[in-house]
């Protein structure tokens, strides 16, 4: 189904290229993983602390802010990826008809949607290393294991980059991703352990949040960050690298259906 | 001679749709070559299948002595290709967009900057180097497209359609630009609805419908052959006209408010119509492509 010939390390051309671009506007870029994790610190930590008080996870009591702020970077993580393989992609796709220009050079379909998928896990990666130094001044990081907050943006970039993308294979037109938003990201950023613990969910709930990726990611996060967990991190980082693979393979699938006719 | 490019029957199907029906053609190295056609026709579809980007339903393409469905990475790395859509990188700058193409033909930096700078120089774009692609003329875009597809130093240039939209200046500075690197002894593949400009630039060409090369040549021959060298456009055909070309067997095309008279021969029959029939306008001209095109295709809309 997938030719092996067609990928080489030659997608890292097609990284570079968005490289170059990103780079253009690098300080638009910057500007929000800087400022969004103030926001949310500022707006929880000001509004809610006095109503909320502090947290019980992992067997230990964290403040909300505290709590909140690993998962702040895995949604971080979530969002750069999935926007930027679904309305960045498809942009380039369908309007700038990026690809196309590509398919005239020595490179493959292939290369190009492994080039997507891993640039969006390293603007993932990128976003989450400038937030990790934010949360970290505020003394919500515990160095130097939250350092590997870095990798584990970009395996989570991988993650989301590839099901994005495979939503961009299918999607008839660009409005239509507000369908897995609604349906997939929204859902995932309420009820992945982001703003209260798994645990407090209802018994029969708890298995719809094992099944989100963000969930795993969000408590790896939190034991880089935080040094507790609620699940099994092994299990989390088996079940990433299960799913970007997975989604990978469809992206690859979906794409060439797409663009090759 | 060797084949740069060499074509044995050739289709492509689209679910119900055949739009490649079973075509056949070479190209010799050095040579500029025609692919015209009505809309539908299969022009860019077959181009497409030519530089690997569509697979072919059935049949062989072997470009530059090497099969496209196998070697497709080398083969693409020895052609350039100008697309019917701008396909040029709305986020770059005009010099941005050179350097980094040549990045997929893994072209090293330095080597890359040099061709670059060699392309603007050629199609007139050095002083808009810096310049954002948007802020870009139609002409200055086809022409980057251009230039685009000659930064890897190809040993075939495949165009779609590079004039279309453009202004009679900036159609007149490609055509120039495009006999130079013909001169070169670039080999060349054309698709155009400009009969001019397949006129002027192509050493030999085929015209396609329905999937299906009609007629091939060069450009004077096809015209000897389906117009000839003189035609005569009478304007108001009046019944007496009809009766005489009836009664001489003279070719002709009837479109009601003109007729149009091919191959008239000796002066004869130019005289003829001179003396008795022009009432309202006549017009005595060479044959031209465009003759021969509608003559092949017909008159009918194809949207």
Same mark, same amino acid.
């Given at each position: ?261 | ?48 299948? =030519?530089?690997?980007? /569509? ?50 033909? /893994? ?49 075939? =240039? ?22 130079? =690197?013909?001169? /070169? ?36 021959? =096809? ?81």
């Amino acid at each position: 189904m997938i030719d092996k010939r067609a990928i080489s390390w030659r997608f890292i051309k097609v990284w570079n290229r968005n490289l170059v671009t990103f780079q253009r506007i690098w300080k638009v870029n910057f500007i929000t993983p800087l400022l969004e994790p103030l926001l949310f610190i500022a707006a929880f930590g000001l509004g809610f602390v006095g109503i909320v008080g502090d947290i019980r996870y992992g067997g230990a009591e964290f403040s909300y802010t505290a709590f909140i702020a690993p998962a702040l970077i895995a949604t971080a993580v979530m969002n750069n990826a999935f926007f930027e393989t679904t309305f960045a992609s498809f942009v380039r796709m369908f309007y700038q008809k990026t690809f196309d220009g590509m398919l005239a050079t020595p490179l493959s379909i292939e290369e190009i949607i492994i080039a997507e998928i891993v640039w969006s896990a390293t603007k993932a990666a990128v976003a989450a290393g400038i937030m990790l130094g934010v949360l970290g001044a505020f003394g919500y990081v515990q160095f130097p294991y939250g350092l590997l907050v870095i990798p584990l943006a970009f395996l989570g970039g991988i993650a989301f980059g590839a099901v994005g993308l495979f939503f961009t294979g299918i999607i008839p037109t660009i409005e239509m991703f507000n369908l897995p938003i609604f349906l997939f990201v929204t859902p995932m950023f309420l009820f992945s352990g982001t703003f209260f613990p798994v645990s407090n969910l209802p018994v029969w709930a708890k298995p719809f949040a094992l099944a989100f990726p963000l969930y795993h990611l969000v408590e790896l996060a939190r034991l880089l960050c935080l040094g507790r967990h609620e699940t099994v991190p092994l299990l989390s980082v088996i079940y990433l690298l299960v799913f970007s693979a997975l989604f990978t393979f469809l992206a690859l699938v979906f794409m060439r259906r797409r663009l090759i006719k | 001679m060797p084949h740069i490019i060499e074509v044995q029957h050739l289709f492509k199907r689209f679910n119900d749709l055949t739009a490649v029906d079973g075509i056949s053609f070479t190209v010799a190295s050095g040579e500029f070559f025609g692919l015209l056609g009505p809309n539908g026709a299969g022009k860019t579809t077959t181009i497409r299948m =030519l530089y690997g980007f /569509s697979p072919p339903t059935r049949g062989i393409i072997r470009v530059l002595e090497m099969d496209i469905s196998r070697d497709w990475r080398k083969i693409k790395a020895k052609i350039g290709v100008c697309q019917q859509d701008n396909t040029l990188d709305p986020d770059l700058t005009v010099e941005q967009n050179l350097l980094v193409f040549a990045g997929y033909f /893994s072209i090293p930096m330095r080597q890359a900057r040099t061709r670059a700078n060699e392309l603007l120089e050629f199609f007139a774009l050095s002083n808009r180097r810096r310049a954002k692609v948007m802020d870009l003329s139609g002409g200055m875009i086809r022409r980057l497209i251009l230039a685009r597809s000659l930064i890897n130093r190809p040993e075939l =240039l495949i165009l779609d359609e590079p004039t279309t939209g453009l202004d009679p200046q900036s159609r007149h500075q490609v055509w120039d630009r495009l006999e130079k =690197l013909k001169a /070169s002894g670039l080999s060349v593949v054309l698709t155009t609805h400009y009969m001019e400009e397949a006129t002027r630039l192509c050493d030999r060409l085929v015209i396609v419908d329905h999937g299906k090369i009609l007629v091939e040549g060069s450009p004077a021959d =096809l015209i000897l052959r389906h117009a000839g060298r003189n035609v005569i456009e009478i304007g108001g055909p009046d019944q007496a006209l009809r009766d005489y070309l009836k009664a001489n067997q003279v070719v002709h095309d009837d479109l009601g408010q003109r007729v149009i008279l091919f191959s008239p021969g000796g002066n004869e029959l130019s005289d003829a119509v001179r003396d008795n029939f022009c009432h309202e306008q006549c017009t005595f001209r060479n044959g031209t492509l465009e003759d021969v095109f509608l003559r092949l295709t017909g008159r009918e809309l194809r949207e």
